[in-house]
């Protein structure tokens, strides 16, 4: 999934900057300069078990568990009004009374001008079976899947980086036949089972970053992101067709084999409509009448080819071509250390100069690459390329810095990745120390197992490994946790307006610390002017990239740039 280029509009930045706060396990609280609480996020609900509605307003000793003395919370106060912050380990209650052990850390956000705005209070949960009410809430029982509750949170977040990447985006509403008469007559278990065997041949025929769920009796709903034209959509439906409803489901006791149909309605974004509610309710409409059609059925809800279809078409064509034809070049952009002003490394970006459309930036072909695969072969070039580049610079005498590859969640499931980078790493005679890797947070992340131990493998391997465009994506610190990272790169949208808007820089602050306690480097992407370095400074932010410094710049400008700042920048 290629990150921004900074087009975001600003409603869409705030609600991917709240979605970071909501999507989030660890707690939130934003306490005013009264003390009063004035939002919680749902990780605080879930684990304390309070809703926002119990305790907005309210003072946040109702966690108060009665196991320190007044002059712990007396002591904590006075730390954060000193030095800004207080970290440590305290007894909380739940709601229910249950008394829980949490790590807390308070924050106290100040304006430019030094005033107090509010305080933000960061609660993790270290008891050692926190329950999950939210999970029960979001999943579906019967099936495990993902519920409808969860399809309205995630489609919002869907639709708004679609927007940012001009993607397209498909909604898939899928309405078994006539099952209630098969429930009806051969019992609740058997329907439990078709339910089920469903719910699997959706989730294995989909792709990965597809994303299945369950939104009622028999309806269930599919959204593929990021696709490359209108027609994948109908391919996936026929996909589904043939892989769940043309196959044979065994009812328990193995008597009965049933053939269950199902009939699907398509509605694409932004083709057919570009907010969520209209979305859902004109896949509804096709679905009903695809019913109309027969079994095993699918409708468009308005069927025709857009415009944008062709363009992409055009695109993958040329990109056949280019690699063959060297129109790829690498620009870097410095990243900076922030404690020593020296640069530390550089991002290596792909560009794509073609005899006719000029420079495609790679925020237009990267998805166009990663979608028909041929980003295995660029991306590989890239990798070699950067390695290549990096020990000419160590050759050359100038600073001995690190190259950091964007990798897309395509070439990071290859299944062989370690070996092409270490064979890059060979053929450039690079010391793995010097390379470090930009994944993106994907839905395909959500096969941890594999995600761990992928990065497992390139961490013994020596490389670096980067989380990038932070807070985009799905995934929440939470769950990051179980990943062994080294930096986490904050997108350059809550970047923007950390010196203008609070919210921002809440936001931020909560993303460095959340890092800090994770033990992973920090560094902000995008930082353009001086009131943004010097809010990142004041929050313990470790690296930054931007404007400020340099842009991304070909390589031999890079090399100059090296040379007469002689690797130092602040
Ligand atoms: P990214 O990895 O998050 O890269 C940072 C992007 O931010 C770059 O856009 C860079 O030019 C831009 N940028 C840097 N500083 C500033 C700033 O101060 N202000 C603003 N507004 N923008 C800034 P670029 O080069 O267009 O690349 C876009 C995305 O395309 C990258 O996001 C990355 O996800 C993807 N990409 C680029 N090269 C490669 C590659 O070789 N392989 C893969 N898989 N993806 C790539
Ligand atoms: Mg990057
Ligand atoms: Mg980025």
């Known amino acids: ?115 107090l705005l509010q305080y933000v209070g960061l609660i993790v949960d270290q008891s050692p079976f926190s329950p999950d009410p939210k999970t029960q809430n979001y999943y579906d029982v019967i099936t495990g899947l993902p519920n409808r509750v ?142 109309e059609q027969g079994e095993n059925s699918y409708e468009h809800y308005t069927p025709g080819m857009n415009p944008r279809a062709l363009e992409v078409l055009t695109i993958e064509y040329r990109l056949h071509k280019a690699l063959k034809n060297e129109e790829f070049l690498v620009y870097y952009q410095p990243l900076i250390e922030l404690r020593s002003g020296a640069v530390m490394g550089a991002e290596a970006l792909i560009r794509w100069k073609h005899p006719e459309m000029g420079m495609v930036s790679p925020g237009e072909f990267i998805p166009i690459a990663e979608e028909n695969g041929l980003i295995i072969p660029i991306g590989g070039w890239v990798l070699d390329t950067a ?35 270490g064979d890059a790493l060979k053929r450039a005679e690079l010391d793995p120390k010097y390379l470090e890797l930009e994944i993106t947070e994907s839905l395909g992340m959500k096969n941890a197992e594999l995600t761990v131990r992928t990065l497992k493998e390139l961490k013994r391997m020596g490389v670096y490994v980067a989380i990038d465009d932070f807070g985009t994506g799905y995934s929440s610190l939470n769950y990051l946790k179980r990943f062994p990272l080294d930096t986490l790169k904050v997108d350059q949208s809550f970047v923007r307006d950390i010196s203008t808007d609070p919210d921002d820089e809440t936001i931020v602050a909560i993303i460095i610390q959340m890092a800090h306690t994770l033990k992973l480097k920090v560094l902000a992407e995008g930082v353009e002017n001086a009131s943004q370095l010097s809010f990142l400074r004041r929050f313990g932010c470790d690296r930054v990239q931007g404007y400020l410094f340099s842009p991304p710049i070909p390589v031999d400008q890079f090399e100059d740039l090296l040379r007469k700042t002689k690797g130092r920048f602040l």
């Open 387 to 421: 390695c290549q580049h990096a020990k000419e610079w160590h050759r050359k005498g100038l600073p001995k810095i690190r190259v950091s590859v964007n990798l897309s969640a395509r070439q990071f499931q290859q299944a062989n990745l370690s070996t092409i980078i």
């Open 150 to 291: 969860l399809l309205n949170d995630r489609l919002e977040f869907m639709l708004a980086h679609a927007k940012r990447n001009s993607q397209i985006l498909a909604v898939l509403m899928i309405d078994l036949d006539r099952f209630k008469s098969t429930n009806d007559t051969l019992g609740y278990s058997a329907g439990d089972t078709i339910l089920q065997t469903v719910a699997g041949r959706l989730t294995k025929t989909v792709r990965e970053v597809d994303a299945v769920f369950r939104l009622g009796n028999d309806e269930y709903a599919v959204v593929l992101e990021e696709i490359a034209q209108l027609e994948d959509a109908a391919k996936v439906a026929k996909k589904i067709i043939r892989n769940v409803f043309t196959q044979p489901i065994r009812a328990p006791g193995g008597r009965h084999e049933l053939y269950i149909s199902a009939s699907i309605g398509i509605s694409i974004f932004p083709h057919d409509a570009s907010d969520k509610e209209t979305l859902l309710k004109n896949a509804e409409a096709a679905m009903y009448r695809a019913k």
């Open 1 to 115: 999934m290629p990150g921004s280029n900074g087009h975001s509009h600003g409603a869409d930045r705030l609600a991917l900057a709240d979605a970071v706060i909501e999507n989030t396990n660890e707690g939130v609280m934003i306490v005013d300069t009264d003390g009063t609480i004035t939002s919680v996020n749902p990780g605080f609900s879930h684990i304390t078990g309070y809703e926002s509605a119990d305790v907005v307003g309210g003072k946040p000793d109702i966690l108060k568990s009665g196991r320190h003395d007044e002059e712990f919370y007396a002591r904590m106060w006075a730390a954060v009004e000193r030095d800004g912050v207080w970290k440590g380990r305290i007894w909380d209650r739940r709601k229910n009374g249950e008394i829980f052990p949490a790590s807390l850390i308070i924050r106290a956000v100040k304006d430019s001008h030094g005033k």
